[in-house]
């Protein structure tokens, strides 16, 4: 026969090994399958335009490097970003910006004409409601801003997270 004698130093120092053993299984397990953030191609998508017409993959420029924003019409780090687009809109004529937000047309509107003065209208600037929503699948940012830099082959050259500002983008575009 067998006696059992519980010391609770031992118990304790058991939890405290099991718990460090299961937090290293937990990792390990989950390092292979870490979130990728950045479609490394331009995926498929239908958004809209702000007069409600469709606007697919299919039509994003093929001449010029492409650079798709989203943003939320209620976060400041978006507000500044556009703000330094805006500002140093000159600098970007060589490329074709696609403005993505999940908000209502209205409010997308009144946020690029307080914040992004200037860059509504323009010929190098789509802005497109991400009306489904589904940019955040299939394009996988991190959090808002995003920014994504393709090529005019579709891959892509740069992701960039959280707030930058026009010269981070055009020292990106340079490499």
Do not use: W
């Amino acid at each position: 026969m067998m006696i059992f004698v519980f010391d609770p130093n031992v118990m304790k120092a058991t939890r405290i090994f099991s718990a460090i053993l299961f937090a290293a299984i937990t990792l390990i397990s989950f390092s292979g399958k870490a979130q990728s953030y950045g479609a490394p191609k331009l995926p498929e998508f239908v958004f809209q335009t702000m007069d409600g017409r469709p606007f697919t993959q299919k039509e994003v420029t093929k001449t010029k490097t492409s650079i798709f924003v989203l943003f939320d019409v209620t976060c400041e780090h978006c507000m500044h970003e556009i703000e330094s687009i805006s500002k140093s809109y000159n600098s970007f004529k060589d490329v074709e910006f696609y403005l993505v937000s999940m908000d209502n047309k209205t409010a997308i509107i009144n946020f690029l004409n307080i914040h992004g003065k200037g860059l509504y209208g323009k010929p190098n600037i789509t802005v497109l409601q991400d009306f489904k929503p589904e940019f955040v699948q299939k394009f996988r940012p991190e959090k808002f801003p995003a920014l994504f830099i393709y090529s005019k082959s579709g891959d892509l050259i740069k992701y960039m997270s959280g707030q930058k500002t026009a010269s981070d983008i055009l020292k990106a575009l340079k490499k």
